[in-house]
Structures are given as structure tokens and as C-alpha cells.
């Protein structure tokens, strides 16, 4: 029976080059790449009925013109998105493979005990894969939104206030600090987006809107290089389609200008 094949290359995703030009993933009933006998192919759940497979390989496949390495990211311009997203829970399910060897417990090593956990060999201790919450929040005042510039993105463009959420802290409360910490500013009428997965390497991003109630812009310098308000209809750049900060940007900006 075919199925889908999603080989992974350290962060590097291999497509299928098709022949109108468009790109997929591997589909059929034998692994693409040939497999060693220690590699461990793990069980992913479906994809619209079709059955899902990841594995890990050592090297980059080069030598084969109907395959091209890509990085996880990169592959959001060029495959179908329920393809991406099934990508990304797969980078996720092979991330916590290879970062939960042994037992944290006593030791052990750590054997798969279903699709999504793993038993300790010693112990008997169960994990499962575990999720980063992060929030993300548009600030807004009037026509203008907060936008800033972390310190750790890899471009110039601007981006929404952001933040790991901390144990005993719910979503509400994670906002209002990170944006107080971040910019020294206080917030009112917190409302939720949305959320999406964000297997860079394993993050759940919960987005949320706020208005500006009161305070003067203190950028935390140790997280962000530059920040300020910014109307409507005159930002700098800012993040590409695949993330969330994207879609909380232009949803605001979509109804700023139907106003």
C-alpha cells in the first residue's frame, strides 16, 4: 500500500520534483531511500486516509535528479500546506526521538512504546513529545500597530511582541508580561486569534490581540534591536505568509482599511 514518505536530513526536508515542475513528497509503498538496519521509522498519524511515514537519513540525497533537499521552512513556498504541515509534525516526532535517547530518570535508554511515547528499558518511566507555548500578540493604537525587530530574526523585516509561556501562567498573563517586559507598555481588551503549530524545533504559537492602554515604548534591549508604532498603511517589512504574526498583521490591516 502507498504512502506518504517524509525523509528528513538533519532540518532538511527531501521533495519530489514532479514533471509539470511542482514539488511533493514521496508517495509509494517502499521507503525512497534505503533504510539501515537501525533506523527507526516512525508511524505519523494520517494524512486525508493516507497513511504517513518519517525517518531520519545521514546524507543529504544528491545523486538522484527526481529528489532536492529543502529546508522545513523554505518548503511552504513549494509544496501543497497540508503536505507542510504533516512535514512539520514529522521534523517534531524526529526531534524528540533524537533529543530523548535515555531515561531522565535513572538513565536507561529509552524504547518506543506507541507511535507518540517512549518507556524507559530500567525504569519504566513514560514521556511524551513536549510542546514550547509561546505567545503572540498585535498591539494596537488607533490606525497604528506596535511592530518590532527581535534580536534573533535572520532578516530586517518586523515582527509582533512574542514570548514562551512560564509554568503556573496562563495565556492571558504570559501576554501582558512579555509585552511589559518587552516594551514597558501596558495593555487592554486581550483578545484570542488563533494558534498554529511551530515545529522549529517543537512550539505551539497562541496569537492574540490587544489596544495600547498606557506607557512610553522601553525596548528591552537583551530581545529586541528596534521597535515602534507604524499606521496601516505604511510598514516596514514584515513576516512571510506561513506565520501566524503574518495573519494577525493582515487581519488588522484588512479591516484598518475597510474603516
Not at 509544496?79 to 526531534?95: F, N
Amino acid at each position: 500500500m502507498a504512502k506518504y514518505w517524509f525523509v528528513f536530513c538533519k532540518t532538511d526536508l527531501m521533495l519530489e520534483l514532479l514533471p509539470d515542475g511542482t514539488y511533493t513528497v514521496p508517495y509509494q509503498e517502499e521507503p525512497p531511500v534505503p533504510v539501515k538496519s537501525w533506523t527507526c521509522i516512525h508511524n505519523i498519524t494520517p494524512l486525508d486516509d493516507e497513511a504517513v511515514k518519517t525517518y531520519a537519513i545521514d546524507h543529504p540525497v544528491t545523486d538522484d535528479s527526481r529528489y532536492e533537499m529543502c529546508g522545513l521552512r523554505q518548503s511552504f513556498h513549494k509544496i501543497p500546506l497540508p503536505l507542510y504541515e504533516k512535514a512539520g509534525k514529522c521534523a517534531e516526532i524526529l526531534y524528540w526521538d533524537s533529543t530523548t535517547k535515555f531515561c531522565g530518570v535513572c538513565g536507561g535508554p529509552m524504547k518506543l512504546h506507541t507511535d507518540i511515547s517512549k518507556r524507559c528499558t530500567c525504569c519504566g518511566k513514560e514521556i511524551w513529545p513536549q510542546l514550547a507555548t509561546a505567545i503572540i500578540v498585535l498591539i494596537s493604537r488607533g490606525d497604528e500597530v506596535l511592530l518590532v525587530h527581535a534580536r534573533n530574526f535572520k532578516g530586517d523585516f518586523y515582527g509582533l511582541v512574542a514570548g514562551f509561556v512560564e509554568t503556573g501562567e496562563s495565556l492571558e498573563a504570559c501576554v501582558e508580561r512579555e509585552v511589559m517586559e518587552e516594551t514597558g507598555i501596558h495593555i487592554k481588551n486581550i483578545r484570542y486569534f488563533g494558534s498554529q503549530p511551530w515545529p522549529y524545533p517543537c512550539g505551539l504559537m497562541v496569537g492574540f490581540f490587544a489596544e495600547y492602554d498606557n506607557g512610553k515604548i522601553h525596548l528591552q534591549r537583551s530581545e529586541l534591536s528596534k521597535g515602534g508604532w507604524y499606521r496601516y498603511d505604511h510598514l516596514p517589512p514584515i513576516p512571510e505568509k506561513m506565520s501566524i504574526a503574518r495573519k494577525l498583521i493582515d487581519q488588522w490591516r484588512e479591516e484598518k482599511m475597510k474603516n
